[in-house]
């Protein structure tokens, strides 16, 4: 059985995307497999250093998906990527805005899939076949 990370983590390599095109992405995947999550807009600290604005994924166990930190902080195994706990790493994520996507964030999800060829829909069945996380 795969886990999220694992599924998810091919994504990695959609280098068109920024943090926020990322986080839409992955978040139209979860809401057509039923996962459960918030698409979070804030910053983040991490060694005196601050990103703004940063956009990430916000799961119900209060983890987080964020393949797009490293894009502006360097490719370090102190900066955290994909899915992950927040306390196991030296940083702060700090939210402006959490809220529950909703059918414009489907609709976005759905031209960023079409311009970067990710099929949405397999990503979804995969999800909702082999993780149980829902």
């Known amino acids: 059985m795969k886990t999220l990370s694992e599924i998810l983590s091919p994504l990695d390599s959609v280098i068109e995307l920024e943090c926020d095109g990322m986080t839409r992405l992955i978040s139209g995947i979860l809401q057509d497999a039923g996962v ?37 902080l360097g490719e370090s195994d102190d900066i955290p990527h994909g899915l992950f706990d927040s306390v196991d790493y030296n940083v702060t994520y700090v939210s402006d805005i959490i809220r529950r996507p909703d059918s414009s964030d489907s609709a976005i999800a759905e031209l960023l899939a079409f311009t970067t060829g990710v099929d949405i829909k397999k990503y979804a069945q995969d999800i909702s076949d082999e993780w149980s996380g829902t």
């Open 36 to 72: 459960v999550h918030f698409i979070s807009t804030g910053y983040v600290e991490l060694n005196g250093r601050t990103v703004a604005p940063h956009y990430w994924i916000t799961l119900k166990d209060g983890s987080y998906i964020d393949y797009r930190l490293r894009m502006w």
